[in-house]
């Protein structure tokens, strides 16, 4: 596999931000063999009570419920959201989900079920949409992490490093991610990629 994302993406860095995301990428690699992801923005619908009404804490406590939520379906192991306003869509999140490639090779599924959840804790007045790969983006984010090629960790650190831009937060130093729980010690071993 062969990846080629610039080291330096085009936009200005928080670099707190920025080592969290990081972190955890690191956390999620060295605790899982084999990752999938789904990047998703969460906001409310124009125009609806909530959007209108729309304040940090409000959309950060519905995006709470919902990663709570997503938590508890079959192969997803993490999550990782941002907060930023525009003028478009108001108060929003960018979110990744992590899923374990053991239990699904389909992101869309998992995908879909935080889609149905959101549109219930929002009483239909959310959206969830959902990021794909597009022919101008110069990482693909389909491409599968796994722990024994560096090439596909390099290429979701430079995916994710959008969510720790300064531009479009507006002062806002709002970020939630799940706790990563250690590996395992029982099992097979990991070897590296020439053993």
């Given at each position: 596999?062969?990846?080629?994302?610039?080291?330096?993406?085009?936009y200005t860095?928080?670099?707190y931000?920025?080592?969290?995301?990081?972190y955890?990428?690191?956390?999620l690699v060295?605790?899982?063999?084999?990752?999938?992801i789904s990047r998703?923005?969460l906001?409310?619908?124009k125009?609806?009570?909530?959007?209108?009404n729309?304040?940090?804490?409000?959309?950060g406590?519905?995006?709470?419920l919902?990663?709570?939520?997503?938590?508890?379906?079959?192969?997803v192991?993490?999550?990782?959201?941002?907060?930023?306003?525009?003028?478009?869509?108001g108060?929003?999140?960018?979110?990744v989900?992590?899923?374990?490639?053991?239990?699904?090779?389909?992101?869309?599924?998992?995908?879909e079920?935080?889609?149905?959840?959101?549109?219930?804790i929002?009483q239909g007045?959310g959206?969830?949409?959902?990021?794909?790969k597009?022919?101008?983006?110069?990482a693909?984010?389909?491409?599968p992490v796994?722990?024994?090629?560096?090439a596909?960790?390099?290429?979701i650190?430079y995916?994710?490093?959008?969510?720790?831009?300064?531009?479009?937060?507006?002062?806002?130093?709002?970020?939630?991610?799940?706790?990563?729980?250690?590996r395992p010690?029982?099992?097979?071993?990991?070897?590296?990629?020439?053993?």
């Amino acid at each position: 596999m062969t990846i080629t994302p610039p080291a330096i993406p085009c936009y200005t860095m928080d670099w707190y931000l920025h080592s969290l995301v990081n972190y955890h990428i690191d956390m999620l690699v060295n605790r899982y063999s084999r990752l999938y992801i789904s990047r998703i923005d969460l906001y409310y619908r124009k125009g609806s009570y909530r959007y209108q009404n729309s304040s940090p804490q409000s959309i950060g406590a519905e995006v709470r419920l919902l990663m709570a939520a997503v938590m508890e379906l079959p192969a997803v192991v993490g999550y990782f959201c941002v907060m930023e306003w525009t003028l478009e869509h108001g108060f929003h999140v960018h979110a990744v989900l992590w899923l374990d490639g053991h239990l699904t090779q389909k992101p869309y599924a998992s995908t879909e079920k935080a889609n149905a959840l959101w549109l219930g804790i929002t009483q239909g007045q959310g959206v969830l949409y959902r990021c794909e790969k597009k022919e101008s983006y110069l990482a693909d984010i389909r491409t599968p992490v796994s722990y024994n090629a560096p090439a596909s960790i390099d290429n979701i650190r430079y995916i994710l490093s959008y969510l720790a831009k300064t531009e479009q937060k507006d002062g806002i130093s709002w970020h939630l991610s799940n706790e990563v729980p250690v590996r395992p010690t029982v099992g097979r071993p990991r070897q590296s990629k020439g053993e």
